[in-house]
């Protein structure tokens, strides 16, 4: 299967290294030449509790690769969506699918524009992506994706023997939004508080006012999911917080990483992006919308 992964950070070079293995042909999108040489060179190096894998990766730009491609697989960070689904556009055959694993909300949106509806398909994972240099990652065997249809097509079931293949631990699921809504909860909650306080996962396990707030906020996107038709359930998100609490510590959050390094936040797409629908819809989200302005006021010039 010929597969461009856009989006060459910690996700795209595991997924992206992991389907190699696998015996597919990808190709890793970067804007970054300097990513792109070392991957090109060095190829990707998993780093997990059993050992380590190598494999070698093709590294390109998006105008150097032939098209159509059988799938895009979009790792971007939110605020660079539509600049990397149109940098494909001339990968898009009438038969190619659009895969987003991206944290946050409407990036299924923007592939549908580009893909349609129906090769359209969305969804989360939870394997854990740290990139310790370009070309190695430390990452776990336990983690799994979850994915579904936008539309009505049924490309999502190939997928998942694709990514199955890839030993991702795929699985399909009826109503994709429920996945992504849950993540958004789980995220929305962690990246935040860990953003403004530079907190570890297991820093913020550890504080009670922490987990006060993280409650709250999950509360918020559940009562926001809820007036769009999304139920998800509470109790998988706080089990999922506490397993992070519990067993990645030393984790720090993509968002806290992000402001330590000085780069813009996906706060917008996390939490801004909840805020806005919980407006739209007459939902207060007041600690979420406290939360993400404060993000915005220690990583923005000026805030806004």
Known sequence: MRITVVGAGAMGQLVGARLALAGEDVVLLD???RVRDTLSARGVTLHTEVGTEHTPVTASRAEDVHGPVDLVVVF??????????????????????GLTLQNGLGHADVLADAFGADRTIA????????????????????????????GEGDGAA????????????????DDVRVPVWEKVAFNAALNTVSAITGATVGGMGASVQARRIVEAVMDEVAAVAAAEGVGFSL???????GNAFAHHGDHKSSMLIDREAGRRTEVDFIG????????AAGIPTPVLATLCDLVRMLTEPGGH
Not at 85 to 96: A, R, W
Not at 132 to 145: D, P
Not at 272 to 279: C, D, I, P
């Open 76 to 97: 971007t960070k939110g605020f660079h969506t539509r600049a990397a689904v149109d940098s494909v556009g001339h990968l898009i055959g009438p038969d190619t699918l």
């Open 272 to 279: 801004g992006a909840v805020v806005e629908r919980g407006r």
């Open 123 to 150: 969804g989360v994972t939870d394997f854990p992506a740290d990139l310790v240099e370009t070309g190695r990652v430390h990452t776990a065997t336990r983690g799994s994706v979850r994915i579904g249809g936008v």
């Open 158 to 173: 190939h997928v998942a023997e694709v990514l199955n293949r890839a030993r991702l631990n795929a699985s399909v699921v």
């Open 235 to 241: 109790d998988r998100v706080r089990a999922a917080v």
């Open 31 to 33: 804007t970054d030449e």
